[in-house]
C-alpha cells in the first residue's frame, strides 16, 4: 500500500488567494512525523514545513500551514495570499516512527500560480 | 546558514561509464541520505548512512554503491551507467536527535547517461 497519497496531479490557484494540498498518508506507527517539501523547476528540494503525530496544534510556518486530521490520516498544506513564485512542485512525505531512515514521498502535486 | 553541498551540479557519461556524486552534509548532521528521482518522479529512496555506516537501503542498484566518510561526507558510487540512471540524485542529511528530524536536501547532480 502506498504511505504517501497526493491525488492532485496539478493545480492552478490565482494569484493571493489560498490553496490547499491534499495529502493522506498510511502507517500503524503512533509515533510519524510529516513535512512538505516544494520543488521548483530549478531542482532543488526545500523543506517547508513539519507537524509530529503528537503535535496538538496544527503547524503553521510563515504562509504555510498544516492541516492535520490525525482521525482521517491526512495532511494537507494550505498556502494562503499565493505568489507566482509558489509555482513548484509540492511533495508531502512521512518518517515512520522513531526511525528517521524511513523516510516516503508522496508523487508530488503541481502548482501553478497564475497572475 | 550552512546547507548540503552536492558535487557536480550535473555530470554527462556515456553508457557503460562509471560516476562518484559527492555529498557534504549540514555541521553536525550525522545521517546522509541518497535518493534518485527520475524525469516527473518522486524521489525515490536509496541508501542512507548514520554515523558512517549504512542504515538502511531502499531500490539501490547492485551497480551502485555509497560510503560515508569519517568527516560524514558521502560518495555514491556508479559503475555500468545505463541509459536509465539518468537522474536527478538528491543527497540529504538530518540529526538523530530528534524530535523532527527533518530531511534537508542538496541541491542535487544532474546525471545524464549517452
Known amino acids: 500500500a502506498q504511505k504517501i497519497t497526493q491525488t492532485q496531479p496539478g493545480m492552478f490557484v490565482q494569484e493571493k488567494e489560498a490553496v490547499t494540498l491534499d495529502c493522506t498518508y498510511d502507517t500503524s506507527d503512533p509515533s510519524y512525523g510529516l513535512f512538505w517539501y516544494k520543488q521548483p523547476s530549478s531542482g532543488e528540494m526545500i523543506f517547508l514545513i513539519y507537524q509530529g503525530s503528537y503535535d496538538q496544534q496544527n503547524a503553521t510556518e510563515g504562509r504555510y500551514s498544516l492541516n492535520f486530521q490525525k482521525a482521517r490520516k491526512s495532511a494537507n498544506l494550505v498556502i494562503s495570499a499565493s505568489q507566482l513564485g509558489d509555482s513548484a512542485m509540492y511533495f508531502c512525505?512521512?518518517?515512520?516512527?522513531?526511525?528517521?531512515?524511513?523516510?516516503?514521498f508522496g508523487s508530488g502535486t503541481k502548482l501553478n500560480v497564475k497572475p | 546558514a550552512a546547507g548540503v553541498i552536492q558535487s557536480p551540479r550535473h555530470l554527462i557519461k556515456e553508457k557503460r561509464e562509471t560516476a562518484t556524486l559527492k555529498c557534504y552534509p549540514i555541521?553536525?548532521?550525522?545521517?546522509v541520505y541518497w535518493y534518485q528521482q527520475g524525469p516527473g518522479q518522486d524521489p525515490q529512496f536509496l541508501i542512507s548512512?548514520?554515523?558512517?555506516?549504512?542504515?538502511d537501503k531502499g531500490s539501490i542498484p547492485d551497480r551502485f554503491s555509497a560510503q560515508q566518510f569519517s568527516d560524514y561526507h558521502s560518495e555514491l558510487n556508479m559503475s555500468s551507467l545505463e541509459l536509465g540512471d539518468s537522474a536527478l540524485y538528491f543527497c540529504?542529511?538530518?540529526?538523530?536527535?530528534?524530535?523532527?528530524?527533518?530531511?534537508?536536501f542538496g541541491p542535487g547532480t544532474r546525471l545524464t547517461v549517452t
Open positions: 555541521p553536525r548532521h550525522d545521517t
Open positions: 548512512f548514520y554515523e558512517k555506516m549504512q542504515s
Open positions: 512525505a512521512m518518517r515512520e516512527g522513531g526511525n528517521f531512515n524511513k523516510f516516503y
Open positions: 540529504a542529511s538530518s540529526r538523530s536527535q530528534g524530535p523532527t528530524y527533518e530531511q534537508y
